[in-house]
């Protein structure tokens, strides 16, 4: 569980792992807000504590002409609105030092994409805001590596780090999940969390588009619980074959209550 002040986190008593989740990218206002009260609504019925996600600009794209945003201060202005609206926190990620500070004044907690984890610049900047930091660890890093991170941002003045595995690079086309780096991560004092659907991407592939396997959401997502995952990190659409971002390895709205349901079961049994 987070063991910092995180505002608005509701249900952190329950003692059950929390949850980041949202779209990829924030498509619009209206579709970004659907889906923020479809997932909290689910939420509070099950006690889990949500952040809910949304990028507001997707930096790392295969082809040139993929979608990017609908511009920053315009998708930044959803993610506070979702946050005001619904009294939840939200998070965001950032690419450069120079977005920290303006993504900062919207969310509650600043990402760190998987392939900028090293970044010692962006790293510092992010710590400075003040804001909680999650850190992606790198495909090409082991859970170990990401040690160094951590007293980065801890060294910076800013205790509220936290750690999300995303698997490690297998081959050219493919990730595979090492649940050995879970409590390795935690070893370091901070709360660990496993991204349940990057984990899954195929990056790579010869038609410039990312694939990926969602049909095996649960079963990471199940063994992450099993293992002790503080909390889980879940892209989610109500129609991800038309997702502008990251479709082909999105959880589809509709089956998120009930996965969170068997996650909440196995929470129980574990603890």
């Not at 920290?100 to 900028?116: C, T």
């Not at 850190?135 to 750690?163: H, P, R, T, Y």
């Not at 995952?229 to 390895?249: M, Q, R, V």
Request: glycine share 8%; hydrophobic share 45%.
């Amino acid at each position: 569980m987070i063991n910092f002040p995180i505002d608005n986190l509701k249900h952190q008593e329950s003692g059950n792992f929390f949850l980041m989740a949202g779209p990829c990218a924030i498509e619009g206002e209206e579709i970004a807000m659907r889906i923020a009260e479809k997932i909290i609504t689910i939420t509070d019925k099950l006690e889990i504590p949500f952040i809910f996600k949304g990028s507001y600009r997707k930096a790392n794209r295969s082809k040139g002409g993929s979608f990017t945003g609908i511009g920053d201060e315009k998708a930044l202005k959803i993610l506070e609105k979702i946050g005001k609206t619904f009294n939840v926190p939200t998070v965001t990620d950032i690419h450069e030092s120079a977005e920290a500070a303006m993504a900062a004044a919207y969310v509650d907690v600043l990402q760190i994409p998987a392939f900028l984890c090293r970044q010692t610049d962006l790293l510092i900047a992010a710590a400075k805001t003040g804001k909680v930091v999650n850190v992606k660890k790198g495909q090409f890093l082991s859970a170990g590596s990401m040690k160094f991170a951590v007293e980065k941002i801890i060294e910076s003045g800013n205790i509220k780090v936290m750690l999300t595995d995303r698997g490690n690079t297998f081959g050219y086309q493919d990730l595979i999940v090492d649940y050995r780096g879970l409590p390795e991560m935690q070893s370091f004092g901070v709360p660990v969390v496993m991204d349940c659907t990057h984990s899954l991407q195929q990056p790579n592939q010869s038609s410039g588009v990312t694939g990926g396997k969602p049909e095996l959401i649960e079963t990471i997502a199940k063994a992450a619980i099993a293992v002790g995952a503080d909390g889980l990190f879940i892209e989610t659409h109500p129609d991800p074959a038309n997702a502008k971002s990251d479709g082909a390895n999105m959880l589809h709205l509709d089956l998120l209550e009930d996965l969170l349901v068997k996650l909440v079961r196995i929470r129980k049994a574990v603890i």
